[in-house]
């Protein structure tokens, strides 16, 4: 069974450009989370989707970040206009229904460098 | 405000001794608590969790015991292999509303087997 997976694996780009970062989460999987990991703040939630459906995006540092799941099988964390200080690994997790005791599968996150 | 935190950011220990990584929590909503263990350039893999109706959990080598009253716990791993050298993070569930299936995770803690 395929894991949760993330694309690109790296990133290197200019600032201002538009980053896409997509997720594909494992099948049957109802729950989908997008994770930013920086050595200031750790690892720390973005948004999370239920059956598509975006929950809690409070997380989320301001409106260049959106995240879009238009289907059970594809998400995707857009950032437009990128800035060095989005500098950081970022992480896609998903978890079946019942997310509450189940636990979160990750991908292996992209790593986005921003110059 | 950090509501999970790991205040060893490393650990060293010798093979075959037990390794105590510790964890602490403020959010008193918090009642569901899980380790990931994450290895470099990897995506973070589920361990272990407890519930807060339970005081300990153990799945092989790995146990988790949790303090409610000091609002604690922590991950011991009898006996510690260099395998297990990786980073630790602590992640805590709170119940209701939006938190449902939301982690919060701790800084993390280094652990380092030594052969």
């Known amino acids: 069974d395929a894991g949760v997976i993330q694309s690109p694996r790296h990133e290197v780009t200019e600032m201002g450009q538009e980053v896409t970062l997509r997720c594909k989460p494992i099948?049957?999987?109802?729950?989908l989370f997008w994770y930013r990991q920086t050595m200031m703040r750790g690892l720390e939630l973005l948004i999370y989707?239920?059956?598509?459906?975006?929950?809690?995006d409070s997380g989320m540092p301001e409106d260049r970040f959106s995240a879009k799941m238009p289907n059970a099988s594809f998400s995707t964390l857009k950032i437009q206009p990128s800035e060095p200080r989005d500098s950081a690994v970022y992480f896609c997790?998903?978890?079946?229904?019942?997310?509450?005791?189940?636990?979160?599968?990750f991908g292996d996150g992209t790593r986005l460098s921003i110059l | 405000d950090q509501q999970v935190k790991q205040n060893s950011p490393s650990l060293s220990v010798q093979e075959g001794r037990i390794s105590i990584l510790n964890c602490d929590y403020t959010?008193?909503?918090?009642?569901?608590f899980l380790w990931y263990k994450k290895y470099p350039a990897e995506g973070p893999t589920f361990l272990i969790s407890?519930?807060?109706?339970?005081d300990k959990n153990e799945d092989g080598r790995f146990t988790v015991f949790l303090n409610k009253s000091a609002k604690h716990l922590s991950l011991h791993i009898v006996p510690s292999q260099p395998g297990d050298s990786a980073v630790y993070f602590c992640?805590?569930?709170?119940?209701?509303?939006?938190?449902?299936?939301?982690?919060?995770f701790g800084q993390g803690t280094i652990l380092t087997v030594h052969p």
């Open positions: 989707f239920n059956n598509n459906v975006p929950i809690d």
């Open positions: 407890i519930s807060s109706i339970k």
């Open positions: 992640a805590a569930s709170a119940r209701g509303g939006t938190s449902y299936g939301k982690l919060t």
């Open positions: 099948s049957g999987h109802d729950y």
């Open positions: 997790a998903s978890s079946e229904q019942g997310a509450r005791n189940q636990p979160q599968h």
């Open positions: 959010n008193s909503m918090f009642d569901y």
